[in-house]
Antibody, heavy 123, light 111 residues
């Protein structure tokens, strides 16, 4: 069974940093691109970032570009999101999701999703 | 404001057929596949429809998707109480070096 488990969320002050992790199991991790998608409280889904199977290609939403860094460790079957210069508007439930194939672009879809880890940015 | 436009709400009675629309542009829906996600209350989203009209294993055939031009639709026939959820469309957008975009979501209420 494919499983994605996020961790690392918490309460952080504006301007500070946080690192999220996603532990993957049940599939050959380095055969697939991975993504981070977030959902603000009471809001819709927003794609944050995607990374190809070998980290050779990476993309970010404009809202996080220059502040967030996605990475992966295929030896540890893990995905990460380093979040710097956090803002109140970054408050959200952060999901990791598996892509369809090696690249993070189209054609693809997000399946499955983890249960998410909550990040709250507040003073 | 979301790049893809969905109605904020939809409703129907058990057994009815409901349709949820998703409107985009030539840079997203017009030139790329559309996927749909279902989010039951308090749970993570799950893939419902991929590649415009394909159902993953385990998704009932009551759910169907279609695409025409720069718009897409999700249809649910034989509506059931357990279908009450938020539904999101998503597509790749070719602009700005490429990125993924979602609709704002449609909350489906089963009356």
């Amino acid at each position: 069974e494919v499983q994605l488990v996020e961790s690392g969320g918490g309460l952080v002050q504006p301007g500070r940093s946080l690192r999220l992790s996603c532990a993957a199991s049940g599939f050959t991790f380095d055969d697939y691109a991975m993504h981070w998608v977030r959902q603000g409280p009471g809001k819709g889904l927003e794609w944050v970032s995607g990374i190809s199977w070998n980290s050779g290609s990476i993309g970010y939403a404009d809202s996080v570009k220059g502040r967030f860094t996605i990475s992966r460790d295929n030896a540890k079957n893990s995905l990460y999101l380093q979040m710097n210069s956090l803002r109140a508007e970054d408050t959200a439930l952060y999901y990791c999701a598996k892509g369809r194939s090696v690249g993070w672009g189209t054609p693809s879809w997000f399946d499955p999703w983890g249960q998410g880890t909550l990040v709250t940015v507040s003073s | 404001q979301s790049v893809l436009t969905q109605p904020p709400s939809a409703s129907g009675t058990p057994g009815q057929r409901v349709t949820i629309s998703c409107s985009g542009s030539s840079s997203n829906i017009g030139s790329n596949i559309v996927n749909w996600y279902q989010q039951l209350p308090g749970t993570a989203p799950r893939l419902l429809i991929y590649s415009n009209n394909q159902r993953p294993s385990g998704v009932p055939d009551r759910f169907s998707g279609s695409k025409s031009g720069t718009s897409a639709s999700l249809a649910i026939s034989g509506l059931q109480s357990e279908d009450e959820a938020d539904y999101y469309c998503a597509a790749w957008d070719d602009s700005l070096n490429g990125h993924w975009v979602f609709g704002g979501g449609t909350k489906l209420t089963v009356l």
